[in-house]
């Protein structure tokens, strides 16, 4: 049995997708142990003088779409008034005790697979201005409801050594928690990177989050750039995911199979990035 909590403020203005992006971001942390959800809890807080009925009627029916998708019976849950909107999901799985997978099992040689593009971050900052457009929208809103559902199937398989969604602390923020946790140290190749097209143009035009910033004050001396690197590449780094991709380290025999799993379910940013090896934990981007 796994069980995770998960909720936060909006982070898109849509109801309708908060709710659903929450719900699926609630999901991720099941499904990155390998576990199967089976039952859903809805945790939430409005301003209700603030929001409408229709409004909070719609937040709720987002959380209860992903949760149809996924399959899982959304059973009830708490609402609160609150100075703010919050809404997440408490979440029950199940995966077998010797199949549940971990963020410290990585081995020397091992390959490193990310099942979703990364930039939500940076289109969230555009977001926050009014300045992101319908095309750049529609890719984050994309990305953020996907359901990392693949990781259910990992439970079954044995050469998946480590797994961790990539969210609040970014991609080197998380993977450094693989390393530190295998005690190992791991490359990254940049233009292997997996990025939504939009945050691209958006990173390079200067946009950027404060947890991007504080998560490089926070571990960025873990890190070392072996190329040199323009500043909107260094924020992609550490850019935090809502709802973001499935972090995989398995050997290299099984890494074309785990990535084909990946695209065969429509994870079509899903790419390997880098590997594993023996060393003191740290990072070395190329």
Not at 256 to 268: A, G, K, M, T, V
């Amino acid at each position: 049995l796994v069980y995770t909590v998960d909720f936060f403020p909006p982070v898109v203005d849509d109801p309708f997708s908060y709710g659903a992006i929450a719900a699926a971001n609630s999901f991720s942390d099941v499904y990155a142990m390998g576990g199967k959800p089976i039952l859903a809890l809805a945790i939430a807080g409005f301003p209700m003088d603030k929001m409408s009925a229709d409004q909070v009627q719609k937040t709720l029916a987002g959380g209860t779409h992903a949760c149809v998708e996924a399959g899982v019976p959304l059973a009830g849950g708490h609402t609160i008034d609150a100075q703010e909107p919050i809404y997440g999901l408490a979440v029950v799985g199940l995966v077998h005790p010797k199949q549940i997978k971990r963020n410290d099992g990585a081995i020397d040689g091992d390959i490193l697979i990310l099942g979703k593009g990364l930039g939500i971050g940076i289109l969230g900052a555009a977001i926050n201005k009014d300045e992101l457009d319908p095309n750049g929208y529609r890719e984050m809103i994309d990305s953020a409801v996907k359901l990392n559902s693949i990781g259910a199937e990992f439970a079954g398989i044995p050469g998946v050594h480590a797994v961790t969604d990539v969210t609040g602390f970014g991609l080197v923020g998380h993977l450094l928690e693989i390393c530190k946790g295998s005690n190992l140290f791991a490359t990254l190749n940049w233009d292997k990177l997996p990025i939504l097209p939009a945050a691209i143009d958006y990173a390079q035009r200067g946009y950027s989050t404060g947890a991007g910033a504080r998560n490089w004050d926070n571990f960025g001396n873990e890190v070392t750039i072996t190329n040199e690197l323009e500043g909107w590449q260094k924020n992609l780094l550490t850019d935090p995911q809502t709802s973001g991709g499935l972090l995989v380290s398995c050997p290299s025999d099984r890494a074309d199979n785990i990535l084909s799993l990946f695209h065969e379910q429509n994870y079509e940013y899903a790419a390997v990035i880098g590997g594993m090896v023996e060393g003191v934990p740290h990072i070395y981007v190329t």
